[in-house]
């Protein structure tokens, strides 16, 4: 524990502002990267196992994404998590982050501590694709030294082609398994493409390492988070409901028309949306209506609890379906001796559905095959549980989150410990 604060408290020293010669011209006359093609560096993904919190990651993008930077691809940043109140959810994150950082630097031989340029969850749907490119190709760019991608799922499994192919030397494809991180560095030494994936969700953990200060993601999520957390109380729950940000971020368009995000994960799982304004908002658009409070239904069935937003009803439904194995488990487990809850549900009266614009058919086309989890049998008593699990869970990360900023913000550094390690480390 002390060595772990001391490494942060004492953060090795920064790399010299980079020279002018392009990385891949400095590394070769640098004896710490004397292995310039990638080649010659071990050809084999590293491989990491098992992928800490992995499903915890995939609950995490299944219920924060939005449209990404390439068409039928979805994105969560930790900058968005922040900016939607959700900055609890960057927890999870942070040890297999660091542990990739370390990695990344013992890999390549870095004589200086890699600054993280960029963490996000990034999936990719059917007809997505990248053709050949290196990670540094754009002047915005450019600071981009190295890249780490982190796979958590897997290929045949969960979704069909997607295979990372690299332009020259071996090996000439991988084939994504879950727990492999890909390192390769970023410029033109490592020109690499993904095939365009025919089936499924191609779920990564993607970052990129630079040795450029100025472009040092901590630092801005930190100072993200000191204007979002200035006035937080640790017990306030209420804060830690997600605060969307503007619609057009979950709009998935398709030549004319698409599909808010939001709406679709949660149509493929058989949910719809109910506004409980009894007309009085008819006229406004729909799509701003996820923003307001509104109630779940299934079939017939309308949820007697309310949501925040959207959002936060996409939280929960995400949190059930992750947490539903252990929930029915521990409902077998008593069974007899709890009795069941209901009646939850409501008649659909007082409430109308949300008429969102929703072309149903790209819906199924790119995101159709992404609900293997509705497999298990619903039940609207467990989902009442999962709300109770979900809000112990948001309290307990919102928690940590509050005691761990100030170390961040003295360490202008983000790294994980447990909360009560830090308070022994105080005393
Ligand atoms: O997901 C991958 O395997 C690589 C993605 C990639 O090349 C990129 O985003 O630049
Ligand atoms: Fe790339």
């Not at 010669?21 to 400095?26: A, F, G, K, N, Q």
């Not at 609890?305 to 009803?313: Q, T, V």
């Not at 989150?401 to 447990?418: D, E, G, K, R, T």
Request: charged share 25%; aromatic share 12%; glycine share 6%.
């Amino acid at each position: 524990m002390r060595s772990q604060l001391q490494r942060h408290g004492n953060r090795r020293p920064s790399a010299p502002p980079p020279p002018s010669l392009p990385l891949s011209r400095r590394l070769q006359g640098t004896p710490n990267f004397s292995l310039s093609p990638r080649v010659s560096f071990n050809p084999h993904p590293l491989v990491l196992n098992p992928v800490l919190r992995g499903q915890e990651l995939e609950f995490i993008h299944r219920s924060c994404s939005t449209v990404g930077y390439r068409p039928n691809v979805f994105s969560t940043t930790l900058s968005h998590l922040i900016a939607t109140d959700c900055g609890h959810l960057i927890l999870p994150f942070l040890s297999i982050r660091d542990r990739i950082k370390e990695k990344v630097e013992g890999f390549f031989g870095c004589e200086f501590e890699l600054f993280v340029e960029f963490t996000g969850l990034i999936s990719w749907c059917k007809g997505a694709y990248i053709g050949w490119h290196s990670d540094d190709n754009r002047p915005y760019l450019e600071h981009r030294d190295f890249a780490a991608v982190c796979y958590l799922n897997n290929h045949e499994e969960h979704f069909k082609g997607g295979l990372f192919r690299f332009k020259d030397g071996g090996p000439s494809f991988v084939t994504p398994v879950a727990g492999d991180v890909l390192m390769y560095t970023a410029d033109i030494r490592n020109i690499h493409s993904v095939d365009e994936v025919l089936d499924g969700e191609r779920l990564t953990l993607t970052l990129w390492f630079t040795r450029n200060n100025e472009h040092d993601e901590d630092a801005k999520l930190i100072s993200l988070l000191s204007q979002r957390l200035l006035n937080c109380e640790v017990e306030t729950l209420k804060f830690c409901f997600p605060s969307p940000p503007p619609d057009n971020m979950y709009w998935f368009s398709h030549d004319q028309f698409g599909f808010d995000i939001r709406n679709a994960r949660l149509n493929i799982l058989g949910f719809q949306l109910f506004s409980s304004c009894n007309g009085a908002d008819s006229s406004s658009d729909p799509l701003e209506l996820l923003s307001k409070p509104l109630r779940l239904g299934r079939g017939d069935e309308i949820f007697h609890k309310e949501f925040a937003n959207g959002l936060h009803a996409l939280q929960v439904v995400q949190f059930y379906y992750w947490k539903a194995p252990l929930i029915s488990a521990a409902r077998r487990k008593t069974e007899g001796n709890i009795k069941p809850r209901q009646p939850f549900v409501t008649e659909k009266k007082g409430v109308s559905k949300l008429d969102l614009p929703c072309d149903h058919q790209i819906v199924k086309r790119v995101l159709g095959h992404t609900c293997e989890m509705s497999d298990y049998s619903f039940s609207w008593d467990d989902f009442d549980l999962a709300i109770e699990m979900w809000e112990e869970y948001v309290k307990s990360l919102h928690r940590d989150l509050i005691v761990l900023l100030p170390y961040w913000v003295s360490n202008q550094s983000i790294f994980f410990v447990n909360p009560s390690e830090l308070q022994k480390c105080d005393i």
